[in-house]
């Protein structure tokens, strides 16, 4: 129901988009290019966002979407990259899968597939040697895993994560411990846990039993937050591949194996 709501939303949008203004007429005015009559800025949609109370979204390119009189926006909401659509009134916006009709494709999600494979890291940077281990160490294809102890959605990787090793013992997970701010005790647990170098007690964190407070004293949990943020993850979960590519947030164990042999996605997860 909500895709023929949206359908219908951006069929609408498209007939009034069709009509010709007085501008379009005349051959000084828009014509085929609505850039000569409609633009914003990312500092607009800034403003836009910080008005509808989410201050932390970044917004990373403005374009023109497949639809006349939508702009394509795409953003980092805490490390989760995503797309919503702006009309060009910029006063109402648009969060959805924006359908081709003729050949049936997913034009959002082909976006967001690309907006992923454009987002590299440098893999070399992460210290896998301080990493716990999802697997075995000789594995020949490594994923370097930013979690936080309590994300609900780093829970549910984690449980995609260890079907996966028992399909693909050439597959291995090197966790690394990133607590986020929004969390207050996921820092002590993180410390905690790398005190111990307990993939179990992560586990343990992930089905909120009841860890014992840090008994060494460690900067490893510090060093991670230095890591992340100079690597630009900002969220987690986060998926990073030798070659550079980068997924956020959590997917099934078969997409896991798709994204790690470089297969693309055809649906969202």
Same mark, same amino acid.
């Given at each position: 129901m909500k895709v023929v709501i949206f359908l219908f939303v951006v069929a609408i949008a498209a007939i009034g988009a069709a009509i010709p203004s007085?501008?379009? &007429?005349?051959?000084? =005015?828009?014509?085929?290019?609505?850039?000569?009559? $409609?633009?914003?800025?990312?500092?607009?949609?800034?403003?836009?966002?910080?008005?509808?109370?989410?201050?932390?979204?970044?917004? #990373?390119?403005?374009?023109?979407?497949?639809?006349? +009189?939508?702009?394509?926006?795409?953003?980092?909401?805490? +490390?989760?990259? =995503?797309?919503?659509?702006?009309?060009?009134?910029?006063? $109402? #916006?648009?969060?959805?899968?924006?359908?081709?009709?003729?050949? =049936?494709?997913?034009?959002?999600m082909e976006k967001f597939t690309r907006l992923q494979e454009s987002r590299r890291i440098e893999f070399s940077k992460i210290p896998l040697h301080q990493a716990l281990v999802i697997g075995d160490t000789a594995s020949l294809k490594k994923v370097a895993v930013f979690t936080d102890p309590d994300c609900p959605h780093c829970s549910n990787l984690h449980q995609e994560m260890e079907k996966v090793i028992l399909e693909r013992k050439d597959i291995a997970f090197y966790v690394i411990l990133f607590p986020l701010s929004i969390h207050p005790d996921a820092y002590w647990k993180s410390k905690s846990i790398v005190c111990k170098k307990s993939i179990t007690m992560l586990a343990d964190a992930f089905?909120?039993?009841?860890?014992?407070?840090?008994?060494? %004293?460690? %900067?490893?949990? !510090?060093?991670?937050?230095? &890591?992340?943020?100079? &690597?630009?993850?900002? +969220?987690?979960?986060?998926?990073? #591949?030798? !070659? =550079?590519r980068v997924h956020t947030g959590t997917m099934s164990a078969d997409r896991i194996i798709d994204f790690v042999d470089g297969v693309r996605p055809n649906k969202p997860n």
């Open positions: 007085p501008q379009a &007429l005349d051959k000084t =005015g828009c014509e085929m290019n609505c850039q000569k009559c $409609h633009s914003v800025t990312k500092e607009e949609i800034r403003e836009i966002l910080n008005n509808m109370k989410t201050p932390e979204v970044e917004v #990373l390119k403005v374009e023109e979407s497949p639809v006349k +009189g939508l702009w394509e926006v795409s953003i980092s909401n805490k +490390g989760q990259l =995503g797309l919503f659509y702006l009309g060009f009134a910029k006063s $109402h #916006l648009i969060s959805g899968s924006l359908i081709e009709v003729s050949t =049936g494709k997913n034009k959002t089905a909120q039993k009841t860890l014992p407070k840090p008994d060494c %004293d460690t %900067d490893q949990v !510090d060093v991670n937050i230095k &890591l992340a943020e100079a &690597l630009g993850i900002t +969220g987690t979960p986060v998926l990073v #591949l030798p !070659d =550079g």
